[in-house]
């Protein structure tokens, strides 16, 4: 269909402002743009004001650092054995080229560590990102920020953002819930922490993603997937009703709980306004009111599904005492001391913060105050509820020590508003424990009497019961404490025990109904199906690259139910046995890592999978054979060279390739003490031992990243002009790899290549990451 005509729907006055009938696209209407945004708030400056929550005389300070651009934060993954070479690239490369350098009257200092975050991984600049995005002179600095990203070695976040991981102190064994995760950065380093040692592929913790917005789950797992972990799963569910999982132990029903939380809730976003300018003129004391409530309902259930002894990390990127402390107030006095304020002060040396504050007031965005529940009048109690203000009982309130919550004001350290306080769970939640049975004392009887609440409040109520329950009563025992999602399908032999629906009592009383099943929105997933250890897939695999006998066969996992296999996918043990188990009651959207793609051709040649960088680290422990030792220089020839040939390699990697069939191998880097100027990290790559020549299957960006740790520099300017440290000839064989392998396949595999891109636009696992992004 053609373009119509614009004018058609335009108003005269537009039509005839010039001669002609046409306006200029530099005057104030259509097609001239946004105008500034003023960063003036009237209502938010009085508000803070009467709140003190800014030291006294500092507030002019604050208000200044809301004005000013939020500087770049960059942390560098701290799991991968490549982050030490990394932090050495940017010391001696990248940091030095940009201090000194002026932009726009404005002069770069040097990048300076964060004090409080450890192993110097994570570094601040003064450098805004509208800076760094379109200065000519920092276009390199960018490309490497860029690539770096992508290939999951950096994360560009923002300082404040990093603290809640902090102070969880995740160790590799531990269960963790992430309960509003996207976008996922967050979710990142929670991964990185739990594969704080490399040498064991498969944690026995595992990190359990969630989100409300189905569209937003697609780009966690976008985040999640530049990280290649086997531990991570991505659910869509209501973190306020998150489901509570049971599950049969020694024939008795048990439930899970994890060992580590963080609720990072939704909020108004005021301390963002550094960033999204947005909040400037859309902030009114409203926002933080209508949140109250779901964030005490998040973290409510937060706490319920945490473990005796568990961390809960809440945070928001609020100062609004409405969205931080009340919550904290409100949750406290629920839990009737099974939850404590813990104190992080020395968790985080050289983080500068204001503590928690203890009185506070609430304004309506009309201006008017209000010190007390008492003073609300009656026309505002569905808007402000008694949970908003500070508890009236001087000895609870000093109790709960919300001194021990942490503030960071943006002037003190140049960086964004944000809130945290961690919660330690010392006893079960009131309304969660089994009260012993009541006898009656009348002598005219003897029997026995069980009041209702002899039933643990955490038995699974209906569908229709939680949503009638109101989280402002005051009352702990009014709290839903479950939503069931879905109803296992009957007959259904992957079901545990714990799951099975209520039978109808003997005595002709019904029971309660059966819970709803679960209305599934946005895309439906392709079905996670894991393979048993007898699957005739395994035998050539097994054989052609001489897996090891504790390889986990149980863990590998497909998209399809019928057809070909086309990708081969790993967990972790431990979730492999959480998603068999709970498969029902989650609505899961991605987990596992790629270790195996098809490729049709090589069924000539043993095995028709080959291997997938995205797995590479989680299989070689794991593959005995088809390893070909490498030096830096034939990591440099396979790297810029497309489909070198084999006398190409040094004298020993051309010999051992040389004796193995053709088909996918690794090829493996070790470091080498003797050369200091060498990567002092291993290296492992996917390749292909063609007929008479040699590949390796890497992305773009990783192939970059790899070249950077060898010495070499790819860059291209704006122009589309390429300057690297190898030869002309090394460029242009550079650039061919880079297009035709940036999908990591080989020329054999064309035809493999074609069927795989088709299929693709059906395949939820691979496409959705790429549309979020």
Known sequence: MGRRNRNRQRPQQYRDDRPGGKRSRDDAGWGAGYSEIVKENKLFEHYYRELKIVPEGEFEKFMDAMREPLPATIRITGYK??????????????????????????????????SWYPDELAWHTNLSRKILRKSPLLEKFHQFLVSETESGNISRQEAVSMLPPLLLKIEPHHKILDLCAAPGSKTAQL??????????????????????????????????????????????????????????????????????????????????????????????????????????????????QLAVGGRMVYSTCSLNPVEDEAVIAALLEKSEGALELADASADLPGL??????????????????????????????????????????????????????????????????????????????????????????????SSEVTPAEETPAEETPTEETTAEVSPEQDSPTDIPVEAVSETPAEGNPSVPDALDLPEVKKDNVCSPPPPKKMKVFGFKEDPFVFLTEDDPIFSPIQTFYNLSPDFPKLNVLTRTREGKKRNLYMTSLELEVFFCSFCVLLQVI?????????????????????????????????????????????????????????????????????????GSIVLRYLPDPQNPDAPQCAIDLCGWRGKASIRAFVSR???????????????????????????????????????????????????????????SESNPNETKPAEST
């Open 81 to 114: 054995s490549h982050a030490k070479e990394i932090l050495h690239t940017l010391k001696e490369k990248y940091f030095k080229e940009v201090q000194d350098l002026e932009v726009d009257g404005q002069k770069i200092e040097a990048p300076q560590p964060l």
């Open 191 to 304: 991964i990185e922490m739990l594969h704080s040692d490399m040498d064991v592929p498969f944690p026995e913790g595992f990190v359990i993603a969630n989100d409300v917005d189905n569209k937003r789950c697609y780009l966690l797992v976008h985040q999640a997937k530049r990280l290649n972990s086997p531990c991570i799963m991505v659910v869509n569910h209501d973190a306020s009703i998150f489901p509570r999982l049971q599950f049969d132990r020694d024939g008795k029903k048990d439930v899970l709980f994890y060992d580590r939380i963080l609720c990072d809730v939704p909020c108004s976003g005021d301390g963002t306004m550094r960033k999204n300018i947005d909040v400037w003129k859309k902030w009114t004391t409203a926002n933080s009111l209508q949140l109250h409530g779901l964030q005490l309902r998040i973290a409510v259930r937060g706490v319920e």
């Open 352 to 445: 500068k913060y204001m503590p928690g504050i203890t009185s506070w007031k609430l304004m309506t965005k009309e201006g008017h105050w209000y010190s007390d529940w008492s003073e609300v009048p009656t026309r505002r109690h569905t808007q402000i509820r008694p949970t908003m203000f500070p508890p009236t009982d001087s000895e609870k309130l000093a109790n709960m020590k919300l001194e021990r919550c942490l503030r960071i004001l943006p002037h003190h350290q140049n960086t964004g508003g944000f809130f945290l306080a961690v919660l330690v769970k010392k006893d079960s939640m009131p309304w969660n424990r089994r009260l012993p049975k009541l006898h009656n004392k009348d002598a005219n009887s």
């Open 590 to 662: 991605n987990t596992g890592v790629k270790v195996w793609s098809r490729n049709n051709d090589g069924e000539h040649f043993g095995c028709a999978f080959r291997l997938a960088q995205e797995g590479v680290y989680t299989l070689c422990p794991y593959i005995r054979a088809r390893i070909v030792n490498i030096s830096v220089e034939d990591v440099k020839v396979l790297l810029t060279e497309d489909n070198p040939f084999l006398h190409k390699l040094s004298d020993d990697a051309h010999n051992n390739a040389k004796k193995l069939e053709m």
């Open 701 to 759: 960006n990783e192939r970059l990243h790899y070249l950077r740790m060898v010495g070499l520099e790819v860059f291209r300017d704006k122009q589309g002009n390429r300057s690297d440290d190898t030869t002309e000839a090394q460029e242009g064989n550079a650039e061919d790899s880079e297009v035709q392998g940036e999908e990591g396949e080989s020329v054999i595999e064309q035809k493999d290549t074609e069927e795989e891109l088709n299929s």
